[in-house]
């Protein structure tokens, strides 16, 4: 489980909380610096805190704030080579992630998983060529098994939108939470609608027994 890993960072997590240190500023490049708003700013400099200790968190900016742009400055700065990272999506917003992602981190070499199957499936085997995949919650839950035979471990999981998996018992939540990846991250602007279990749903995958 979850909380055996991070013994040991959680520590030092609680040490360094005590200490009232404030949180690290991360030296973003020219292209994000210049646009970026001083809380977007922020927002990343609290991605890098939570990694730092491998936690996972939920930033629930209002709509219109910029949780896109700040997501992709952390993938564009954590890139990795043969370990993409991977955004699941409404469908409808797919290929606004694309264009995002084109107009603010034209370094990261993107794809989107759509189309008919057999189209994702060409795209899927060939993830590990590119630096970010994009995909809706639909298609991840007909994909996940080729995700899986193809043993493709992520760097970063982006849950957009992330209430879609509200519901911890649905087929929908219990798919995105057995995605491989080193560090998960959720996006919504109502992490908590009706009930405490929407919230718990969404730490169920972020931070699996925590």
């Keep these: ?5 991070v013994q040991d960072s959680f520590n030092r997590f609680i040490k360094e909380a005590k200490s009232g240190k404030p949180v690290k500023k991360v030296k973003l490049n020219l292209g994000f610096n210049k646009i970026m708003r001083a809380y977007q700013k922020e927002g990343v400099d609290w991605f890098y805190f939570l990694r730092k ?3 996972a968190g939920i930033l629930a900016d209002d709509m219109g704030l910029g949780k896109t742009l700040q997501a992709l400055a952390l993938a564009e700065t954590e ?3 043969n370990k993409p990272s991977i955004v699941i999506c409404p469908k409808s917003i797919l290929y606004n992630w694309e264009s995002e992602a084109k107009k603010f981190a034209p370094k990261l070499k993107t ?3 759509d189309g008919f199957p057999d189209e994702r499936e060409k795209i899927i085997k060939g993830a590990k060529k590119h630096d970010l995949i994009i995909t809706g919650y639909a298609a991840m839950k007909k994909d996940a098994e080729i995700y899986e035979k193809e043993k493709i471990k992520f760097n970063y ?3 957009d939108e992330a209430q879609f998996i509200k519901n911890h018992a649905t087929k929908n939540a219990s ?4 995605i491989s990846a080193d560090y998960r991250l959720a996006l919504t602007g109502t992490p908590l609608e009706n009930n405490v279990s929407e919230i718990w749903s969404i730490f169920d995958f972020l931070m699996p027994g925590f």
Excluded: D, S
């Design 79 to 81: 890139k990795q080579k």
């Design 53 to 55: 200790y491998r936690f």
């Design 175 to 178: 798919i995105m939470k057995k």
């Design 111 to 113: 794809a989107v998983v």
């Design 1 to 5: 489980y979850y909380n055996a890993k």
């Design 157 to 159: 999981c982006i849950l």
